[in-house]
């Protein structure tokens, strides 16, 4: 697959197989993720890899709890109600890999730098049958001090991206968008 194919064809994924993504396929991607550009050079990024079922189910459930607990904090979040009120609906789309990207501080381009990165591992991981979905419901807890602590997270990282992740359970086609709205052309 060429990049454009894989722009062409990469669209946010929700249903997954059980097969495993192997440590040594992260890795690469990964790899080819971080050769994103990078503002000053900083290459703010740091990643949190969790492939244990049991513990992504738990942060599933932890995260909707967080949420109906504090919706006045996440009025973004507050149309999603009664998915987050559903015992069916998991955070993660039961996928068995969730990469979390976080960006060191210290540079004032980290968001942008990380959001480059997960860019390039959605458009890398397409290339290996695999499919990607950004969490957002992710920032109710992946930057809460306790979980950044039992992951290693150092201080002044913050998170930036999640990204569920599979082996694509279902072919799906490519997504469709609006055309794209020009303010000035000169």
């Known amino acids: 697959?060429?990049?454009i194919q894989a722009i062409e064809t990469r669209r946010s994924i929700r249903s997954y197989t059980e097969r495993p993504v192997e440590k040594t396929v992260l890795q690469k991607l990964i790899r080819l993720a971080v050769k994103a550009p990078t503002g000053s050079g900083?290459?703010?990024?740091?990643?949190?890899?969790?492939?244990?079922?049991e513990e992504i189910n738990a942060l599933s459930e932890r995260i909707k709890q967080n949420v109906l607990e504090h919706l006045e904090d996440y009025p973004q979040f507050a149309q999603y109600e009664s998915w987050l009120r559903s015992e069916r609906y998991h955070i993660f789309n039961h996928a068995g890999t969730v990469v979390v990207i976080y960006g060191d501080t210290a540079s004032p381009w980290h968001v942008y730098d990380c959001s480059l990165v997960?860019?390039?591992l959605m458009l890398a991981a397409a290339e290996e049958g695999i499919g990607c979905c950004w969490i957002g419901f992710a920032?109710?807890?992946f930057n809460d001090a306790e979980f950044k602590a039992a992951h290693h997270?150092?201080?002044g990282f913050h998170l930036v991206?999640?990204?569920?992740?599979?082996?694509?359970?279902?072919?799906?086609?490519?997504?469709?968008?609006?055309e794209p709205v020009f303010f000035s052309w000169k």
């Open 139 to 141: 920032e109710a807890l």
């Open 161 to 178: 991206s999640t990204l569920s992740m599979g082996y694509t359970k279902v072919p799906v086609p490519p997504c469709s968008r609006k």
């Open 42 to 53: 900083m290459e703010p990024w740091g990643f949190v890899v969790l492939q244990d079922v």
């Open 1 to 3: 697959m060429d990049i």
């Open 118 to 120: 997960a860019g390039n």
């Open 153 to 155: 997270v150092p201080d």
